[in-house]
């Protein structure tokens, strides 16, 4: 199954099952949504419920918390990333905050989804990945999907959850033809093992999951046994699988698409350091994007991003520099 | 209309227009990559604006090729911008939707719909601060008069009455959105008239760009505040070279087709007997070379070196603080 249609399949039901679940977004009614997602359900469930915004993402997450406050269940779609600054003061000075500050009397089934990652030379404006930032933000739940059956069973979750979600959605995968399982009990919050290993754990999330499982091939080739982790849910963290994971190992690697400084890689050496210092027998080695923007050049661009032959280099070369 | 206006006109619509369509070639090809937004129809907002606001600073959106062209921008650099070279106007690291020029006052491609506003009116502060008067000139879509940008913007323009323009291109729609679905008026400026002057314009036509830019132009250079103007115009091609553009009929494209800004300047001079028609086979002529030079310029160059990805993150000086 399409990573999109995964997505567009939850979408369906949820409206299917329940009536005050709402979409709303630049071009997701007619247009079928920018990446393909909400394609087909405006003839489906209408346009009321199906809607069509002005390019204004301030009002696209405000209309929705209210929404939510109404009554209804609004999915809200932000175009990519970059654009949900315009809306940070709705998301984060009142979706994530509403509830506390009113004493736990007001609830927002929120669900706000965005687009987000480097994709293909697309340069600074189009390019970001802001997980970390609003990873920060006490109150909001934030999902990474990195692929079909995550996507499907997260997002359907988020959007019956109480509680605003951010639902993270990577550019580059919306048109792979992915592996798809129906989960029993699905949690959203809990990482997958993508690949079990005895030497090291490498610690990852969204597409890099893809460039990682690429660079464990190479890894195997020179006697390495890695297991990986691919974390989902990054608000909160499954510390649990990755500290059990540790201890076998005694070695972690942490690879995210991120601008290294202040990422979520140093949110999770913080909470590894925090949970099993003890366990470890070499530094935790961090791969990141660069701390620049995103350039248009290709060649700039594979270089300001992990990639499966940087991601091997820099294993080995910090696996000898450690004498392990 | 005087023969010299419509040559200079026609010969800088008819730059733009091959340029993109050149860009569109290579994009095929493989050359360009990323969001490509042409502005295959609307040559005449970007030539006639360009053209009568020719002193003060201009900041616009990432449909902006012809505009920089226009602005005085060599067709070769922004080429090679959009292949990603070296030598393109932000040594590759810009592309298509990013091209800026302070030289020319050209502030330009910015990506972030209606960012560009808020900036020009801090750019009118300085310069009314400076005591220039040339004033800034914003442009933008349609989709732009929707944020929250643009309406802090023309209050802010007007309660300090700022010498600024803001100018929309209306063509209607924003990637699949019409216009009239999230706005509850097509006529656009009647979003700015309780601000400021604010006319609608038929944006097809050239000499109305121009001339009522040149107006506008009077008024914010004698102080009185700023000025609003929306040109009615259409892309004939989808919003960025992922989009078929399905969602406006066949009727519609053909009604504006046949108010093509180049075709009509040259068959109204014709016809009138203004210019003669060698000047616009030659000027043809001259183009074709122009932009072949301009893609083997853009292919030939080299692409940036790997030490520029950490270049132009901070100024030189404060590089050396940092590090
Ligand atoms: C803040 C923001 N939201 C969404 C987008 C995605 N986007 C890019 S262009 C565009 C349509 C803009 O239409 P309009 O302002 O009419 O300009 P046109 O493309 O017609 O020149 C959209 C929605 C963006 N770049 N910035």
Redesign the pocket.
């Known amino acids: 199954m399409l990573y999109r249609e995964a997505l567009n399949r939850a979408i369906d039901e949820a409206m299917e099952k329940d009536e005050s679940v709402v979409i709303l977004g ?2 997701v009614g007619r247009y079928g949504g920018s990446y393909r997602v909400s394609e087909g359900l405006i003839s489906k469930y209408g346009e009321k419920r199906v809607i069509d915004t002005p ?1 204004a ?1 301030l009002s696209i997450v405000g209309n929705a918390i209210g929404m939510a406050i109404g009554g209804l269940r609004p999915i809200a779609e932000i ?2 990333e ?2 949900s600054l ?1 809306a940070f003061d709705q998301i984060i000075n009142h979706a994530s905050k509403l509830r506390y500050m009113s004493g736990g009397k007001i609830t927002l089934p929120l669900t706000i989804r965005m687009a987000g990652g480097v994709s293909r030379q697309l340069a600074a ?2 390019s970001e990945n802001y997980e970390t930032m609003l990873s920060s933000v006490p109150g909001l739940y934030v999902l990474c999907a990195s692929n079909a059956t995550y996507a499907y069973h997260a997002l359907k979750w988020a959007i019956f959850s109480n509680d605003p979600v951010i639902f993270l959605e990577h550019e580059l995968l919306y048109p792979v033809d992915m592996e798809f399982r129906e989960v029993k009990d699905f949690n959203p919050f809990k990482a997958e093992i993508v690949k079990e290993g005895k030497d090291l754990t490498i610690v990852t999330y969204f597409k890099m999951r893809y460039d990682v499982i690429e660079a464990e091939k190479e890894l195997a080739k020179a006697g390495i046994d890695a297991e990986i982790i691919d974390l989902n849910s990054l608000r909160p963290i499954d510390i649990e699988t990755i500290a059990k994971s540790i201890k076998k190992t005694k070695k972690c690697v942490i690879v995210e698409e991120d601008h290294k400084t202040g990422g979520m890689g140093a949110e999770i050496a913080a909470q590894i350091m925090e949970n099993c210092f003890y366990d470890l027998d070499a530094p935790i080695l961090r791969i990141a994007g660069e701390d620049v923007p995103i350039p248009y050049n290709r060649k700039l661009e594979l270089a300001s991003i992990p990639t499966p032959d940087k991601i091997v280099t820099k294993i080995l070369k910090w696996k000898a520099e450690n004498g392990i | 209309m005087k023969a010299s206006e419509v040559k200079t006109f026609y010969y800088l619509m008819k730059l733009g227009r091959r340029f993109e369509e050149a860009a569109k070639e290579e994009y095929m090809k493989g050359n360009i990559a990323g969001f490509l ?1 042409l502005d295959i129809g609307q040559e005449a907002v970007s030539v006639g604006t360009m053209q009568a606001f020719d002193k003060g600073d201009v900041f616009t ?3 902006e090729h012809v505009l920089a062209i226009a602005r005085g921008m060599d067709p070769k650099v922004i080429m090679a911008e959009l292949f990603g070279k070296k030598t393109g106007i932000s040594k590759g690291k810009g592309g298509s939707m990013h091209l800026f020029e302070p030289n020319l006052s050209f502030y330009g491609g910015d ?5 560009q506003f808020p900036m020009a009116v801090g750019c009118a502060y300085a310069r009314k601060l400076e005591g220039e008067n040339a004033g800034v000139f914003a442009i ?5 008069t929707n ?1 929250g940008a643009f309406f802090e913007s023309i209050n802010l323009a007007a309660a300090w009455k700022l010498p600024i323009i803001f100018f929309i ?1 209306n ?1 209607y ?3 699949g959105t019409r ?1 009239g679905w999230v706005s509850p008026f097509e006529e656009l400026y009647n979003k700015a008239k309780n601000y400021m002057p604010s006319v609608r314009i038929n944006g097809m036509d050239v000499f109305e760009v121009y001339n009522e830019v040149m107006k506008a132009k009077e008024y914010i250079e004698n102080g009185l505040g700023p000025y609003f103007i929306e040109a009615e115009t259409y ?1 004939f091609e989808g ?1 960025s070279m992922s989009d078929n553009g399905k969602y406006r009929s066949e009727e519609e494209m053909e009604i504006f087709k046949r108010r093509d800004p180049i075709e009509n300047l040259k068959n109204k001079a014709l016809k009138l007997g203004i210019v003669e028609k060698e000047f616009f086979d030659e000027t043809d002529k001259k183009i074709e070379k122009e932009i072949a030079e301009a893609v083997e310029f853009a292919a030939n160059s080299p692409e940036p070196e790997i030490e520029e990805l950490h270049t132009d993150v901070y100024c030189k000086e404060c590089e050396n603080v940092v590090s």
């Open positions: 630049e071009d390019i993402e175009m990519t970059n654009f315009l404006q189009h | 937004h959106h990432y449909r990506a972030i719909v209606g960012g933008g879509g349609d989709g732009a944020g291109e063509n729609y924003a990637i216009i892309r919003h």
